[in-house]
Nanobody
Framework: EVQLVESGGGLVQAGGSLTLSCAAA????????IGWLRQVPGKKREIVSC??????TYADSVEGRFTISYDNTKNMVYLQMNNLKPEDTATYYC??????????????WGKGTLVTVSS
């Protein structure tokens, strides 16, 4: 059973940085995709970034500012977020599925960590 636990959220000023961490248990990186999604109340969940053996993808809104990485020795996934903007404010979730396209509909999710960016 895949279990995901996020950490690292908090309050940061615009232009600042945060690193989110996701501890992944019961997860085999070679066989799955793992990514970060975010949601603002009243809006649809958005895939921010996803990583597989084949590479990394990013939403246009975070391209060049966010970096996803995976440490398979620790089963940890990270999201380094730089030059944060107020519109990045959301609850961020770590999610895993067989492929990036299935993260929202079919993925296993963590409970989320709140990121608040003040202007």
């Amino acid at each position: 059973e895949v279990q995901l636990v996020e950490s690292g959220g908090g309050l940061v000023q615009a232009g600042g940085s945060l690193t989110l961490s996701c501890a992944a248990a019961g997860f085999t990186f070679d066989e799955h995709a793992i990514g970060w999604l975010r949601q603002v109340p009243g809006k649809k969940r958005e895939i921010v970034s996803c990583i597989t053996n084949g590479g990394r993808t990013y939403a246009d809104s975070v391209e060049g500012r966010f970096t996803i990485s995976y440490d398979n020795t620790k089963n940890m996934v990270y999201l380094q977020m730089n030059n944060l903007k107020p519109e990045d404010t959301a609850t961020y979730y770590c999610a895993a599925d067989l492929n990036c396209g299935g993260l929202i509909a079919y993925g296993v999710w963590g409970k989320g960590t709140l990121v608040t960016v003040s202007s």
